[in-house]
C-alpha cells in the first residue's frame, strides 16, 4: 500500500498496519484497544513509529498517546502483558519494556508551556491535538487512532503526510527551535537518516536562532545526550558538518580548531569498523559512542576541558591521555616490516578496540600498520594460554614473578604458531621448569 492512497479525506491506514507492523505489535494494539475501550478514552499511535510506518522503514519503538490518564492505561495495559513497568509521574508517561524486548511509550495528551526560550517545558494534559501541534515537525505529528470505531483513521493537522510524500522537514510554528533548540540537531539527524530536505524557512529559523545565541541557554549535559544520537547514525560525518553549517558544534566546542581533521578522522574510523569486519572481526565489540569522543578529544586542542564536557571516567580519560602519548611510538614500532605475532602482542597489549580503530584512521595511509593490524585480528588476538598458573604451580614452584616469566614464553611459542594444544603447552611447561631449576631460578 502507497502513501499516496487515500481512502477518505485523512485515509485509513488499518490494511498499512496490518501489513506492516509485525504480529507482536499488532498484539500489544489490540490488547491495548480493549483497555482503551474499558478507559472510554482515545488512544493513538503517534511519533516515529507512525512516520516510519509510512515510509516502510522498520521502527519497533510502539508510541501511544492517550486522551486522560496515561498512567492508569499504563498500568492496565501491563497487567494483561506483564511487561516492565516504569512510570514518570511528573511527566504523566509511562515506559513499559515487554517480555520481548519490546518499548512501549505511553504518554497523557499534553499541552506544553515553556516558562523561558530553551528551558523544560511546563506539562499539562490537554487533547491530542494540542498534544500533536507541540511536536518538532510536521512529519513527527502525525497519528493513527486506535479505537474501535476509528481504527486505521490518520489525524493529520499538519501536513505531515504530504511533508512525507515530498521529503520535507519542517516545523510547526516559528517558534519551534526557540522554545527547544535541539530540534535544530533533529532536524539535521532525520534529514540525513531520511535523505529528506530541510525545508527553507525551517532552515532560516534554524540559522536565526543559533545567531540569537539560543545554545547559550542550554546545559552541555543535554547537547551532548543530542550529539551522541547524532553519532549512532550512519551519516554521522554528513549530520556533523551540517552542525556546523550552522556554526553549532564550533561554538559549543571551541576548544576544536580543525573541524576537517574532525570529519576526516570519523570517516577514517568509519572505514576502518569496516574493514575490520571484513577482516574477520564481523561481530566488532566496540563502543562507537566513546570512539567518536576520543576523536573530538584527540583533535582539542584543550584536551582537559573538553573531557569534561563530555563527562568521561577517569578510566575514560585515562585511555585518551595513553592514545595522545603513545600514538606516534605504537604507529613506530607498528610500522615495520615482517613483525613477529608476538611482536605484535606486545606492542598491542591491552589495547581497546576503539583504541585500536582509532590508531587504524590515523594511519591510514601507512601500508605496514595495515597489515599489522590485520594479522593481529587474524593471528594474535583469539590466542589463549589454556594453561595456567595451577599448572605450575604442579610443578612446586613457588607463585612469584617466575610464573610471569614461564607463561609469557609459552605464550610467545603459542602465538607465533610453533606450538598450538594443551598437550603441547603442558610439554613446554615441563622442559622451562626443568630448566629454571637447572638455573636454580626457584624463588
Ligand atoms: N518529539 C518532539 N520534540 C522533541 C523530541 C521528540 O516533538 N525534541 C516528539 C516527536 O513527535 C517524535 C516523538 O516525540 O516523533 C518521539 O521522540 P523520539 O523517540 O525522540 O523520536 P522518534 O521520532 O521516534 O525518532 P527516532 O526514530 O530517532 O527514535
Known amino acids: 500500500m502507497d502513501i499516496r492512497d487515500n481512502h477518505h479525506q485523512n485515509g485509513n491506514y488499518a490494511e498499512l498496519i496490518k501489513e506492516r507492523l509485525p ?49 492508569i492505561f499504563a498500568e492496565k495495559l501491563n497487567r494483561i502483558i506483564g511487561g516492565n513497568i516504569t512510570i514518570y509521574e511528573k511527566f504523566n508517561t509511562a515506559n513499559i519494556v515487554t517480555k ?12 506544553e508551556t515553556y516558562k523561558s526560550p530553551a528551558a523544560l517545558p511546563q506539562v499539562e494534559k490537554s487533547s491530542i491535538e494540542c498534544d500533536l501541534s ?3 515537525f ?16 490518520l489525524l493529520d493537522y499538519f501536513y505531515g503526510k504530504k511533508d512525507l510524500i515530498d521529503r520535507k522537514i519542517k516545523i510547526l510554528h516559528d ?28 532552515w532560516d529559523l534554524a540559522k536565526r536562532a543559533v545567531e540569537s545565541g539560543i545554545f547559550n541557554n ?6 551532548i545526550e543530542e550529539l551522541y544520537y547524532i553519532f549512532k547514525e550512519d551519516n554521522n560525518v554528513a549530520m556533523l558538518q551540517d552542525l556546523n553549517k550552522l556554526n553549532i558544534l564550533k561554538k559549543i566546542f571551541p576548544e576544536i580548531n580543525s573541524w576537517n581533521s574532525v570529519y576526516y578522522l570519523f570517516k577514517k574510523c568509519n572505514e576502518s569498523i569496516e574493514w575490520f569486519c571484513r577482516i574477520g572481526e564481523r561481530e566488532l565489540n566496540i563502543d562507537k559512542i566513546f570512539l567518536y569522543v576520543m576523536i573530538f578529544c584527540y583533535v582539542a586542542d584543550d584536551k582537559y576541558t573538553i573531557c569534561k564536557k563530555f563527562g568521561l571516567s577517569k578510566v575514560q580519560i585515562e585511555t585518551i591521555r595513553n592514545i595522545c602519548l603513545y600514538e606516534n611510538h605504537i604507529i613506530k614500532e607498528l610500522n615495520k616490516r615482517n613483525l613477529t605475532a608476538y611482536e605484535i602482542a606486545i606492542i598491542l597489549k591491552g589495547i581497546h578496540n576503539e583504541e585500536l580503530v582509532l590508531l587504524t584512521a590515523i594511519s591510514y595511509n601507512k601500508k605496514e600498520v595495515k597489515t599489522n593490524i590485520k594479522k593481529y585480528f587474524n593471528n594474535v588476538k583469539q590466542v589463549k594460554l589454556c594453561i595456567t598458573g595451577k599448572d605450575i604451580k604442579e610443578y612446586g614452584i613457588k607463585p612469584g614473578p617466575l610464573y610471569k616469566t614461564i607463561l609469557d614464553k609459552i605464550y610467545k611459542e603459542k602465538v607465533n604458531g610453533n606450538i598450538h594444544t594443551k598437550e603441547e603447552e603442558l610439554e613446554l611447561l615441563k622442559v622451562l621448569t626443568e630448566k629454571s631449576r637447572e638455573d636454580e631460578l626457584f624463588v
Open 134 to 136: 507541540r511536536r518538532d
Open 23 to 71: 504480529d507482536d505489535i499488532i498484539e500489544i494494539i489490540h490488547f491495548s484497544q480493549t483497555v482503551a475501550s474499558e478507559l472510554c478514552c482515545r488512544l493513538f499511535l503517534v511519533g516515529g513509529i507512525v512516520r516510519d510506518l509510512f515510509l516502510g522503514i522498520q521502527n519497533y519503538d510502539v508510541d501511544f498517546v492517550v486522551e486522560g490518564d496515561g498512567i
Open 100 to 111: 520481548k524486548g519490546i518499548e512501549i511509550d505511553i504518554a497523557t495528551a499534553r499541552r
Open 175 to 202: 517558534a519551534s527551535f526557540i522554545e527547544d533548540p535541539l530540534r535544530i540537531f533533529r532536524a539535521i539527524r532525520f534529514k540525513h537518516r531520511l535523505n529528506f530536505e530541510i525545508e527553507e524557512n525551517t
Open 218 to 223: 542550554i546545559t552541555i549535559e543535554r547537547v
Open 138 to 153: 510536521t512529519i513527527n505529528a502525525l497519528a493513527i487512532s486506535l479505537n474501535d470505531n476509528t481504527y486505521g483513521e
